[in-house]
Antibody, heavy 124, light 107 residues
Framework: EVQLVESGGGLVQPGRSLRLSCTASGFTFGDNAMTWVRQAPGKGLEWVGFIRSKTYGGTTEYAASVKGRFTISRDDSKSIAYLQMNSLETEDTAVYYC???????????????WGQGTLVTVSS | DIQMTQSPSSVSASVGDRVTITCRASQGISRWLAWYQQKPGKAPKLLIYTASSLQSGVPSRFSGSGSGTDFTLTINSLQPEDFATYYCQQANSFPVTFGQGTRLEIK
């Protein structure tokens, strides 16, 4: 069974940093692209970023709202994806979901498995 | 960026009804469209990918259609567990974009 478990969320002050982790199990992590999606309280889904598998260079894509502040990385030996968030803003307050990317076009993908989410609150 | 517009934003229906939700892309995305269901406090769940392919384990009362810019999610014979919020998502290109969501409520 595919499982994705996020951790690392919490309360952080504006301007500070936080790193989220997504621990995967039940599939060959290194073969899959991974994505982070967030949802602000009471709002819709917002894509944050994407990391390709090493087979496709392990390269990343980011939403304009986080580009230059957030970095996605992966450790295939541990089956973990990371979301490093720097210079956090109050607008980054959201539940952050880790997802497995599947059914990909030459561009992006849809997401077949989701973690339970971890809440990040940015507030002074 | 490709904008995804869902309609309606909310809909009320009864158990046993048939409901249709539409999603329009601001430019052509071939069949690279997915539909998700989200219940309060839970993660989204993939229902449909590539516009009409049913994700494993999803009941057959859910179906999707469309290509290009116009897409539809249909739920036949609504069940109590279907009352939730539904999102479309384009999987054609980056940045990935979602529709604003359609809330399906019990009448």
């Amino acid at each position: 069974e595919v499982q994705l478990v996020e951790s690392g969320g919490g309360l952080v002050q504006p301007g500070r940093s936080l790193r989220l982790s997504c621990t995967a199990s039940g599939f060959t992590f290194g073969d899959n692209a991974m994505t982070w999606v967030r949802q602000a309280p009471g709002k819709g889904l917002e894509w944050v970023g994407f990391i390709r598998s090493k087979t496709y260079g392990g390269t990343t894509e980011y939403a304009a709202s986080v580009k230059g502040r957030f970095t996605i990385s992966r450790d295939d030996s541990k089956s973990i994806a990371y979301l490093q968030m720097n210079s956090l803003e109050t607008e980054d307050t959201a539940v952050y979901y880790c997802t497995r990317a599947r059914y990909c076009s030459g561009g992006s993908c849809s997401f077949d498995s989701w973690g339970q989410g971890t809440l990040v609150t940015v507030s002074s | 960026d490709i904008q995804m517009t869902q309609s309606p934003s909310s809909v009320s229906a009864s158990v046993g009804d048939r409901v249709t939700i539409t999603c329009r892309a601001s430019q052509g995305i071939s069949r690279w469209l997915a539909w998700y269901q989200q219940k309060p406090g839970k993660a989204p769940k993939l229902l449909i990918y590539t516009a009409s392919s049913l994700q494993s384990g999803v009941p057959s009362r859910f179906s999707g259609s469309g290509s290009g810019t116009d897409f539809t999610l249909t739920i036949n014979s609504l069940q109590p567990e279907d009352f939730a919020t539904y999102y479309c998502q384009q999987a054609n290109s980056f940045p990935v974009t979602f529709g604003q969501g359609t809330r399906l409520e019990i009448k």
